[in-house]
Each structure stands twice: as structure tokens, then as C-alpha cells.
């Protein structure tokens, strides 16, 4: 019988996706992939996880429940560390041991990166290809195949990010971790808003996420991710209107670090939206269209100051 | 004939109009409470300008509609500009206090903050998810306190020496408010002691790191409330004005964009069309939208809330 491996479409997924499928992909691995955030999702995700988790987490547990007797294996990545002296949100080591004992009776592909304690990202996939019974050369041709197809991938994208740098609408760079930006419940519908306004979104999730990035903004803040956020603000800056900061109540990562960003940040305007689950929409569309109409003005003055001068 | 604009404020609490001409003078101007019915009380508002209202000299080319309901409200009238309550606000303001650079707002439900440098908006702040010293906060205490909330102000100044309240939490501040009155703290120390808080929580949270410069508007529901202007004057160490028409600027603000809007012909006709909405719920996936249809004489005219395409109603 086919085997197959059920991947839920939530948290580290959204920055990962390519490697991860191809991996399995280049092993003949059948994959399913739980679908697009829904409100059944949050509210499912919401009666596993305590009150206190963020919104983020409980969108990733309803996708782990709907993957339930779907799949052979479920893939939970433990990504505990991926630079030395940097650190991931604790979400990122306690999904394995949260879903194990959530979901008593699944199997689980143990996937795990914490360079601190020398486990490579290449070591991870190791386990994964021992647990489903390939060879070291299967799994590392599998891998430097994933590898390559990731890299190109993320070049596209950073083309196609970059290519907005130089629309004649206005520019928003729209910072958050891609978990959130691009969920359906979450980021997709400020991105949609926005497209609809004629404006062009700058997603700041193009970073090549290999190697180690150092920010100007902070040189104390040790999140890996956190850190590539800054370091987009810092590289797009003069070449934007605006920036968008998005975050799922209550993200501790984020809750400093965008403060952080607010204080240091001041020659561009800045909003920050936090998302929950209860969250209407009317609330978020008021603050985005009265940012838009700032950026507006403040770019209308400016053409026409030129003019004068 | 001359060419004259409306403008409409539908609030949570309550709904303001004006009409106004073309040199962005207020001809007329009403406000009542919404009553939690929004399409009812733009009726009413409707009806009560068109009494005064002098058909032979003017004629209405303009409708802009802001506040909550601005959207439900600008479909039903058929609206010439649909805009958000920030960008209302300060233009109103703007118009008739050129030079000012901030305008704090507390109303029943939010409160916000809105920075001007030369005549545009350049940032502003609204409070999060929590209502914490807004409005309603203040209503709720009155009650606890059994005073109406219109004395709260003057009540506020009697006080020399206000009682510290804990301002970060609603709930803190109101088992603090008991703890206060039941050691025996006179009860317009506590009053006093909560007006500050509210500034003081305000400045903390909505207005956490901006620069608030001179000359500074005070405007919203709270800000009829004299006891919380003086403790923003003490806090601020600046001088805060306080419009009489302040509750007015977001009406006054839309029915100036509304200029720049091409020209329709409002007939106040409209309060007697019956219009209704119905709430139903998607069942095409598992979102479950819930989408709002909006009916003019039991004919559809407009329908919103559905995520994706599946849950568009149409004709």
C-alpha cells in the first residue's frame, strides 16, 4: 500500500513548502496537504491549545485535526534553533511533543533542526529518510535536488517582491511572518484589500532564509525570524510609502520586536494591526483604508511640492 | 439655486449631519441618538434637516456618509463618497482650525489620536482590541456611583485632591474605584480620580510615543466632559481646546469630500422608501460567512460579508 504523508498548512509550512514537497516529491512520497485556513479550522484549532496560545498555533492544531486518519504519517518540523546565538519562537520546539500528546494514537515523522546542538537542517531529512526506508545517497540526492529547486524558487520570488519596488502606485511593505501573511483567515485578506486599492504590496517574506542576517535596527534581537523581518525594513526603507506590520494576538516575538521597529523607524509611516480570531473584519478595513489615505496625501503633497520648486 | 452638500456621521452611539455650501459653512446640523438602528435613526436625522431645510434656495449635489455605518448607510442613500471616520475627522477638524497639530478623540466605543503637520495627516493611533477608558467605561462608573454622567465633569472640578486610580485596565480601575470608596475617599476625589486616569490611560496607550504638539483638539463624546479636558490640560501642561461642534467635524469632514465628488440630486424623499436588512448565513463551505442583504421596498439592492465568490447573492 501507498504511504502518505499529511503536511498541515500552517506555521513553518508557508516558508518551507517548496523544500519540504519536493523532498518528498524527488522520494516518491504521496503527500496531502490540509486545506486553506477556514473558520471550522480556528474554531477546532482554538478547543485544543490553551487560551494564552497565539492565534497562529491554534490555526496549526485545527490543521493537524483535520489531517487526522487522512495519512500515514503526520510531518510536525521541530525547528529549535537554526543559527547559532539565535533562537526560534519556544511554538517552533513544543509543536512535536504538543501534538504527540494531543493526538495520542498519530504517527508522527520526526523532523528536527537545532543547530545549537548540532542537528543540521540536511540531518533532519536524514531521519526522515531512515524512518521511511531510504538510503543515506537516496535521501541526500533528494535533498541536494529539493535544495536546488528551493534556491530557485526563492529567486523568483525575490524578483518578483523587488520588481514592486518600482511600481508608480503607491508602496506598502507589508512585514509579517509568511504564516501569517499569506493565511486565508489572517494576511491574505489585508493583501487582497490592498491589491484592490492599487497598491503595491511588498511581501517581506524574500529573504533567502539560509544565510544569517544582521540588522542595524537591533543588534541584541536573537530571533532568526524576527531578525530577517528587520532586515527587509531596513534593505527596502527608501524605496516604500509605508509599512504594515502584522501580528497574531498574542505573539511575544512580535510584541517586541514591532515595538521596537515603531520606535526606531521614523521616516516612514507605520500601522499595526493585530489579528485574532474573534477580530471582524470592518475593524482592520478602517485602519487600512485611513493608513492608505495618509500615504495618499502625504505623496500628493510631495509631487506637488516638486512641482513648485 | 445654490449647491449644498450633506454629510453624515453614523456612530455606535449616536448620528450626525450637516449640510453645509460650498465655502464649507454649516447651514444645518442635527444629532440623535442611533439607538442601535442606524437605518432608522438617518431617517429620523433625514426628516428632522428637511423641516428646516429651505428647498427654493438650496439644492443638495453631494451625500458623504463616515462612522461604523457608513457603508450600509452610503448604499442606502446612495452615498457620493463612503470614507473612514480618521480621514472625516480631520478634515472636518482641519477646515475650521487650519493651524492644528493634534487632534486626541474619545468616543463611546474607541478612541484615537490623530497628528497633523501642515494641514495633512501624517499619523495617527487607535486603541486596540480593548475599550478601555473610553466612553462607555465612564457611563458604567457614573452608574456604579449613581450619578448622571453629564454632572461628572463639573462634579470633577470640586475636587482638590483627585484620588489615584489604577488607570492600565478597565477591570482594575473599577475594583480599584471600590476599593477607594469603600476606605472611605470622598466621591468627588474619585471622580476626579477618574477622569485623570482616563487621560492618563489614553496618553499612555493611544497616544504612547507621539509627539503631541500644540495646538491640541479635543473632540468626541468624552470630551463634553470637563473634568477629563482639565486633566489632558494638567497632564499635557498645554492648553486643549474643546469645540462646541466637535461631535460635528466627522459630518462636516465627509460632506467636504463630498465636494470633490460628481454632483447627484438628493431627494430627501428617501425616509419614506422602506428599507430593510436581512442577515443570512453561507452554507456553501465551512466558513460560514455571514452576509448582510440590503432590500429597498423588499428589492435587493446590495449584499456584503461573503469571503469568497460561492456566497454572492445576487438578483
Not at chain 1, 40 to 64: N, P, Q, R, T, W
Not at chain 1, 93 to 117: A, G, Q
Not at chain 2, 147 to 175: H, M, Q, W, Y
Not at chain 2, 195 to 203: P, Q, R
Request: charged share 25%; proline share 2%.
Amino acid at each position: 500500500m501507498e504511504l502518505i504523508v499529511g503536511i498541515p498548512r500552517a506555521l513553518l509550512f508557508y516558508k518551507y513548502k517548496d523544500l519540504w514537497l519536493q523532498f518528498f516529491a524527488n522520494l516518491n512520497i504521496k503527500t496531502v496537504i490540509s486545506p486553506k485556513t477556514n473558520k471550522e479550522i480556528i474554531d477546532k484549532g482554538s478547543s485544543y491549545v490553551v487560551d494564552e496560545a497565539c492565534l497562529s498555533l491554534k490555526i496549526f492544531m485545527g490543521h493537524v485535526d483535520h489531517l487526522q486518519n487522512k495519512c500515514d504519517y503526520l510531518f510536525i518540523p521541530r525547528v529549535a534553533c537554526l543559527n547559532k546565538n539565535e533562537k526560534m519562537c519556544t511554538n517552533f520546539l513544543v509543536l512535536y511533543d504538543l501534538v504527540k500528546n494531543t493526538f495520542e494514537d498519530c504517527k508522527i515523522l520526526m523532523y528536527n533542526v537545532d543547530v545549537e546542538n548540532n542537528e543540521y537542517e540536511f540531518d533532519g531529512f536524514l531521519k526522515i529518510g531512515k524512518t521511511l526506508g531510504f538510503s543515506y545517497f537516496k535521501t541526500l540526492r533528494a535533498y541536494q535536488n529539493a535544495k536546488k529547486y528551493e534556491k530557485e524558487k526563492r529567486r523568483q520570488k525575490y524578483l518578483l517582491e523587488t520588481r514592486k519596488l518600482r511600481s508608480p502606485h503607491l508602496k506598502i511593505l507589508v512585514v509579517a511572518h509568511s504564516y501569517n501573511l499569506y493565511d486565508d483567515f489572517v494576511g491574505k485578506p489585508i493583501l487582497e484589500y490592498l491589491e484592490s486599492q492599487r497598491i503595491a504590496a511588498i511581501c517581506s517574506d524574500i529573504t533567502t532564509g539560509d544565510e544569517k542576517v544582521n540588522t542595524s535596527i537591533s543588534h541584541s534581537i536573537y530571533w532568526t525570524y524576527n531578525k530577517e523581518l528587520m532586515k527587509i525594513i531596513e534593505d527596502t526603507l527608501n524605496h516604500i510609502d509605508g509599512i504594515i506590520l502584522i501580528s497574531t494576538f498574542p505573539c511575544g516575538p512580535d510584541s517586541l520586536c514591532n515595538e521596537l521597529i515603531i520606535r526606531k523607524i521614523k521616516s516612514k509611516p507605520i500601522l499595526y494591526l493585530t489579528c485574532d480570531n474573534n477580530a471582524s473584519d470592518t475593524g482592520i478595513i478602517t485602519r487600512l483604508e485611513s493608513f492608505i489615505d495618509i500615504l495618499k496625501y502625504k505623496k500628493e503633497r510631495s509631487t506637488n511640492d516638486q512641482q513648485y520648486n | 439655486m445654490q449647491k449644498c452638500y450633506l454629510g453624515i456621521d453614523i456612530g455606535s452611539i449616536s448620528t450626525k449631519g450637516v449640510i453645509i455650501n460650498q465655502n464649507n459653512d454649516i447651514l444645518y446640523s442635527d444629532y440623535i441618538w442611533t439607538e442601535g438602528n442606524p437605518i432608522d435613526a438617518v431617517k429620523r436625522l433625514l426628516k428632522s434637516l428637511e423641516k428646516n431645510f429651505d428647498k427654493e434656495k438650496y439644492q443638495i449635489v453631494g451625500v458623504g456618509t463616515t462612522g461604523s455605518a457608513r457603508k450600509l448607510i452610503g448604499t442606502i442613500l446612495n452615498a457620493s463618497i463612503i470614507k473612514n471616520e480618521i480621514t472625516a475627522h480631520a478634515i472636518g477638524t482641519i477646515s475650521k482650525y487650519p493651524d492644528i497639530k493634534t487632534i486626541l478623540e474619545i468616543g463611546g466605543q474607541d478612541s484615537k489620536i490623530i497628528l497633523v503637520e501642515d494641514k495633512i495627516v501624517t499619523d495617527y493611533a487607535m486603541n486596540t482590541l480593548c475599550a478601555a477608558g473610553t466612553g462607555s467605561f465612564l457611563s458604567s462608573q457614573a452608574k456604579r456611583l449613581n450619578i448622571d454622567v453629564k454632572d461628572f465633569g463639573n462634579i470633577a472640578l470640586t475636587s482638590t485632591n483627585p484620588t489615584k486610580i489604577a488607570a492600565r485596565c478597565t477591570v482594575f480601575a473599577e475594583s480599584d474605584l471600590v476599593h477607594k470608596a469603600q476606605m472611605g475617599y470622598k466621591k468627588e476625589d474619585i471622580i476626579a480620580g477618574l477622569c485623570k486616569s482616563v487621560a492618563l490611560n489614553y496618553l499612555n496607550n493611544v497616544g504612547k510615543g507621539k509627539k503631541i504638539k500644540s495646538p491640541i483638539i479635543f473632540q468626541g463624546g468624552v470630551s463634553k466632559n470637563i473634568g477629563v479636558k482639565k486633566a489632558f490640560e494638567s497632564l499635557l501642561k498645554k492648553e486643549v481646546i474643546v469645540d462646541e461642534n466637535g461631535h460635528l467635524m466627522g459630518a462636516l469632514g465627509v460632506a467636504i469630500l463630498a465636494q470633490n465628488e460628481k454632483e447627484i440630486n438628493f431627494d430627501f424623499n428617501i425616509t419614506n422608501l422602506n428599507f430593510t436588512t436581512i442577515g443570512v448565513e453561507c452554507d456553501k463551505c465551512p466558513n460560514h460567512c455571514e452576509i448582510i442583504t440590503i432590500r429597498k421596498d423588499n428589492k435587493l439592492i446590495d449584499a456584503w460579508g461573503n469571503r469568497c465568490e460561492r456566497g454572492a447573492i445576487k438578483n
